[in-house]
């Protein structure tokens, strides 16, 4: 009984880690942002420049963890950091279900979307295993012999670490986000009819013979003209329907809010996406001058979209002797549209049909037929990712076939 309660706690609790590990190693842009947004609630600005690496080292840490759990590597040790691992998070998603400095704690990437106080719960429900597994981690054994513990355990932190290297320079092998390839942007920002509205509360600051109270909708003194307004405080209990795409605009600098017409197309249209502009290289600006004229040649339209100011954008024109036309949008909503700085987007009647890193802009000579294109890209990252599946399949049967009778305790 308690060795199927151990085992069972010891899968639980690993496919959590694994999972949770993997949706971050494969954006690891992501996971940096994430860590940016916990230094600004926790004024720790001071921090940012290490955003980037602790987002793919909890990615690694936590995929390797699972794993190890998973197949029994290491028992004790693995058993031990999990729980103080879990009992940190547990105690800081706490501290933000409470006081809500960040409205996503990004345990599961944007693969599942938590709120603060459903991520509580689920840290208390996984803590309820990982703390069985610690009280009785003496009792646990691993059917391995230490050298090919040792080899399983290089292995997998080799192997997480270089999808997560591999999205960072090229883009994420899966992609959790609303603006995944083949999505229709204008259907991701429609609202249903019967959507739920957002719930407010608001209370009402009166006075009345120097005595002040706190009223509400409901009992709000209409009939007593006595009582003197001084102030209204309003409180959102529910945001209510939230479509998955709703802050995409484009605004162009004469033209104004543009984003209707270019969802509409029947031409290609190519955005290159630049939250800040002052990161894109010479070699790479050149480069996107090429596509652009190639692509304006076959009658699509080519926008470069940033949120620097006009001013830094005329600055690349100037400095590379580009003639890029601009736009400008939300650098939150660029960041999360492409994992890249700058990154080309293909969209064609609304839909996006390519994504592309800076590191795998086609050649201009492809532009002929972007859709083409397009498509050999994704079949090429489809190979990569069973490349990179085939190996982990691997790793995983060689210690399955390896496994020895012998009891060995780490």
């Known amino acids: 009984m308690w060795n199927i309660l151990r085992s069972f706690s010891r899968i639980f609790v690993g496919a959590t880690f694994v999972f949770s590990g993997f949706v971050k190693a494969v954006d690891p842009i992501g996971g940096g942002i994430k860590f940016h947004d916990y230094f600004q609630a926790f004024h720790l600005e001071w921090l940012m420049f290490l955003g980037l690496p602790l987002g793919i080292g909890l990615a690694v840490l936590e995929f390797t963890m699972g794993i190890l759990l998973i197949f029994n590597i290491f028992p004790r040790k693995t058993t031990t950091l999990s729980f103080i691992f879990l009992s940190f998070f547990t105690l800081l998603t706490l501290v933000l279900a409470i006081f809500n400095p960040v409205s996503d704690c990004g345990c599961f990437g944007d693969a599942i979307k938590l709120t603060n106080w459903q991520t509580f719960w689920k840290n208390i429900v996984i803590m309820v295993f990982a703390t069985f597994l610690f009280l009785s981690r003496e009792s646990l054994t691993s059917p391995y012999p230490l050298i090919r513990q040792r080899i399983f355990l290089l292995a997998m932190i080799l192997w997480v670490a270089g999808i997560s290297l591999y999205s960072l320079v090229h883009l994420p092998l899966l992609d959790f986000r609303p603006y995944a390839i083949g999505t229709h942007i ?212 060689a210690a399955l076939i390896l496994k020895s009778n012998n009891q060995v305790k780490p």
């Open 186 to 397: 204008p259907s991701g920002m429609i609202i249903p009819d019967d959507a739920p509205q957002p719930q407010y509360k608001t209370t009402f600051i009166l006075e009345k013979n120097n005595v002040r109270k706190e009223f509400s909708e409901e009992d709000y003194p209409y009939d007593d003209t006595t009582w003197v307004f001084i102030d209204s405080k309003t409180q959102l209990l529910s945001e209510g329907y939230q479509p998955p795409i709703h802050d995409f605009v484009l605004q162009h600098p004469e033209e104004g809010n543009i984003t209707d017409r270019l969802m509409t197309l029947e031409n290609p249209l190519f955005l290159i996406i630049s939250p800040n502009i002052n990161h894109i290289k010479e070699k790479t600006a050149i480069q996107l001058a090429e596509l652009q004229q190639a692509a304006n040649d076959q009658g699509a339209l080519f926008y470069l979209v940033t949120s620097s100011s006009l001013e830094d954008a005329e600055k690349i024109n100037r400095s590379y002797k580009t003639n890029f036309e601009f736009l400008q949008g939300d650098e939150t909503n660029l960041k999360t549209i492409v994992r890249s700085n700058p990154g080309m987007l293909l969209i064609i009647k609304g839909t996006i049909v390519g994504k592309w890193h800076y590191n795998d802009l086609p050649a201009a000579s492809r532009m002929q037929n972007p859709l083409s294109t397009a498509l050999k890209l994704q079949q090429k990252k489809r190979n990569n990712l069973l490349i990179f599946g085939y190996v982990a399949l691997i790793a995983l049967l």
